[in-house]
């Protein structure tokens, strides 16, 4: 029987140990391990626990990790350079920009400017259109390990209704397109809300699969949720919290305690969308470095 909590980082695990195999294979036919670089610009202290986990990621399988600072007063223009740089770096396989970058920096000149084949994140206009024409390309992490979770955790999704809360151009929309494509483990009807959605709950209530992406703690409450349903939450917030060691816990943009005792299946925060997501950038490293998606 299905679990009722979707476990994430269970499924990562497994997907991990996958990666780890194809990259000792790699070293064993003398081909060099992959490799990720990962720019940061200043010192968001999220960013920095961000980078950090998909370091230790990569060095869980033995894919290498480089990160490259720069101080948060950085001009577009060093930021530019530094991204021609690594796309003309043969070294390197694929490279993110961490978000969110200063204000004073335009986050899409910067996307733009990242060669396509290097564009692990899946964000520049060419993967995502790519994507959107159902041609090969890098999915952006997130709304690609969400649909490898609700593959792996046999989640039907054909015919299903999903809602979708939020139209990020990270999550909320390139989700909305994946799931609704003519295609296995997809073909799901998919109505996609935002903030400016009149009668939310009206369409939560009538979702099969509902997905929160909204950015706010604990916004779907149990009374917005079908009996029976599916619940994934990709939000991640610190809620301050005296009793633990670090002063806050982390909560998602569902109210769990009150949720979990409706649905069929859940996804925990943390432990559930989190440890997909940096498996995805993962596999979309390993992809760069095979020349799979983009052959040359
Ligand atoms: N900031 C939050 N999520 C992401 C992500 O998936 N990639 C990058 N580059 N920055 C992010």
Known sequence: MKSKVIDGKAIAAKIKKEIAAEVA?????????????????GDDAASQTYVTSKENACRSVGITSSVYRLESAATEKELLEMVQFLNHDPDVDGFIVQLPLPDHIDTDKIIQAIDPKKDVDGFHPENAGRMMLGLPSYHAATPFGIMELLRRSKIE??????????????????LSVMLSRKAAGADATVTLCHSRTAN???ITLQADILVAAIGKCGFVTADMVKPGAVVVDVGIHRVEDASKEKGYHLAGDVDYKQVFEKVAHITPVPGGVGPMTIVSLLQNTLAAAKHSIYQE
């Open 25 to 41: 294979a790699m070293i064993d036919n003398d081909v060099k391990a992959p490799h990720l670089v990962a720019v940061i610009v």
């Open 157 to 174: 999704v054909t015919g299903k209704h999903v809602v979708v809360l939020g139209r990020s151009n990270i999550v909320g929309t390139p």
């Open 200 to 202: 939310l709950k009206a």
